[in-house]
């Protein structure tokens, strides 16, 4: 049975720097990716790869995970 495919939570890894201290503001001053896109990927949406890119850069040294750590969601599960 193949593996259930999965993609970047970018919702969690937004909620995971907002934990830390960063709203929107901060992490598009510090990504520089427009607080516009980051609205939309919090919603869902899929960021192009050098902003996805750069925002797990900025989510691994800002909790000092390793990029490979980065979480991960099954985009046909269910979350309320």
């Not at 980051?38 to 960021?47: D, V």
């Amino acid at each position: 049975m193949p593996a259930a495919p999965t993609r970047v939570d970018w919702f969690r890894i937004l909620d995971d720097l907002k934990r830390e201290g960063y709203g929107l503001r901060e992490i598009a001053h510090f990504t520089h990716i427009p607080r516009t896109n980051l609205h939309r990927y919090r919603c869902g949406a899929e960021p192009m790869y050098s902003n996805g890119d750069r925002l797990i850069g900025f989510w691994a040294q800002v909790t000092e995970k390793n990029r490979d750590d980065v979480p991960m969601v099954n985009p046909y599960s269910y979350r309320a």
